[in-house]
């Protein structure tokens, strides 16, 4: 069946240094594939998403890049900061009516 | 009050009681969810509502009973419960569906979750 892949399930870097995240797919047929952050005790909350039809997305600090023939995706986050501390989790829609989530990255940021 | 409203945020229950969680919307939109998160799991989609149809059941037990009277309100009927069915529930709403064949992609508003647990 669908599968989304997520690596790794926990990071843990020094403020100021890059932090990447990287999700892989099985469902060929993905064409929309976005990020969210969770925060504790919160729900997850969209960060950046990106279309098949480009290769990469940036939102200031935030980029994602996408290689749909290795079907992998990658969150790219640069200075980051405490407030960066969360759960990420990747996501692909499949073609059924379902959005298949990955198993989650909890991110600390070490001030 | 704007975007997903869940309520309540903690419940406790026993095996045999019968409860509800409700998920209320402010943001217009068609498609509305019901997830189940445990820990050290994926983000597991459990019903999937589209213009108040149900268009997703994505094999949940039957002691789990989804209802949509309207596009704005979405009900999640608990009933002889497990304790492995502790869990946060969320529940999401979308402008469009999510998935599909025709590929829509969209964001999906997640509420803050229900925070389940069966004793």
């Known amino acids: 069946g669908e599968n989304v892949e997520q690596h790794p399930s926990t990071l843990s870097v020094q403020e100021g240094d890059s932090a990447v995240i990287k999700c892989t797919y099985s469902d060929s047929a993905s064409n929309y594939f976005p990020w969210y952050k969770q925060e504790l005790g919160k729900g997850p909350q969209l960060i950046i998403d990106?279309?098949?039809?480009?290769g990469e997305k940036k939102d200031q600090r935030i980029a994602v890049t996408l290689n749909k023939t290795a079907k992998h995706f990658s969150l790219h986050i640069t200075e980051t900061q405490p407030e960066d501390s969360a759960v990420y989790f990747c996501?692909?829609?499949?073609?059924?009516?379902?959005?298949?989530f990955g198993p989650g990255t909890s991110l600390s940021v070490i001030p | 009050e704007t975007g997903v409203t869940q309520t309540p945020r903690h419940l406790v229950m026993g095996m045999t009681n019968k409860k509800s969680l409700k998920c209320e919307q402010h943001l217009g939109h068609n498609a509305m969810y019901w997830y189940k998160q445990s820990a050290k799991k994926p983000l597991e989609l459990m019903f999937v509502?589209?213009?108040?149809?149900?268009?997703e059941n994505n094999s949940v037990p039957s002691r789990f009973s989804p209802e949509c009277p309207n596009s704005s309100h979405l009900f999640l009927h608990l009933h002889t419960l497990q304790p492995e069915d502790s869990a946060l529930y969320l529940c999401?709403?979308?402008?469009?569906?999510?998935?599909?064949?025709?590929?829509?992609?969209?964001?999906?508003?997640f509420g803050e979750g229900s925070r389940l647990t069966v004793l």
């Open positions: 996501a692909a829609p499949t073609s059924y009516d379902k959005v298949i």
């Open positions: 509502y589209s213009l108040e149809e149900r268009v």
């Open positions: 990106i279309r098949s039809n480009v």
């Open positions: 999401a709403s979308s402008q469009l569906l999510a998935g599909g064949p025709n590929g829509l992609g969209g964001e999906l508003f």
